[in-house]
């Protein structure tokens, strides 16, 4: 079976953590494998920079991980959230968004963001998106599970993930 690191991605934020996996023989988290895909493609990239932003200044510093925040997928959920939204003064739309990014929210405050695609589909199971999807959902089974058995647990600050050992590298 593989395994993979569950790592800190980004925790500078005020109201937010997020993680990510890495894979036990790749270089590059599954995140970083998804910005670095976009960030030079002139079709995407003005949208990874919005969800970037999306990411970093709404979840991470002005609201949290809010459930509405998600497009709750299967064990997995997808960023941007389908549609138009508001959130207190600010109102989002994501109608045609054409990148989706799968992640795991664990809390208001703690997010595992995996990889993602670009949305050729409806369908989270079809077209460019089927691949990523998938992995997510074994990525966020396999959290869960480890959640479940008291491998890992959850500091009491809704923050960070730990071994029961103590340990901060957690391999799953």
């Known amino acids: 079976m593989n395994t993979f690191a569950l790592q800190i991605f980004d925790d500078e934020e005020k109201l937010c953590t ?4 890495k894979w036990d023989d790749a270089k590059l988290s599954e995140t ?4 670095l895909r976009f960030k030079e493609d002139s079709k995407l990239k003005t949208s990874l920079q919005e969800l970037a932003s999306f ?3 709404v979840i ?3 609201y949290g991980a809010l459930p509405e925040f998600f497009k709750f997928e299967n064990k997995t959920q997808g960023l941007p959230p389908k549609g138009k939204f508001g959130v207190g003064e600010i109102t989002i ?3 045609n968004f054409p990148l989706r990014l799968y992640c795991l929210r664990i809390s208001n ?3 595992v963001l ?3 695609a670009e949305k050729t589909s409806n369908s989270a ?7 990523a999807f998938n992995e997510a959902n074994l990525f966020a089974e396999r959290i869960l599970e480890a959640l479940r058995n008291s491998e890992i647990y959850i500091t009491s600050d809704q923050r960070e993930f730990k071994y029961y050992d103590g340990s901060d590298e957690i391999i799953l």
């Not at 997020?18 to 996996?21: A, Q």
Request: charged share 20%; no cysteine; hydrophobic share 35%.
């Open 18 to 21: 997020f993680y990510t996996v």
């Open 125 to 131: 199971q079809e077209g460019k998106t089927s691949m």
């Open 32 to 35: 970083d494998k998804f910005f």
């Open 109 to 111: 405050s703690l997010v």
């Open 93 to 95: 739309n994501y109608s």
């Open 114 to 116: 995996f990889n993602g």
């Open 55 to 57: 990411i970093e200044v």
């Open 60 to 62: 991470g510093n002005e």
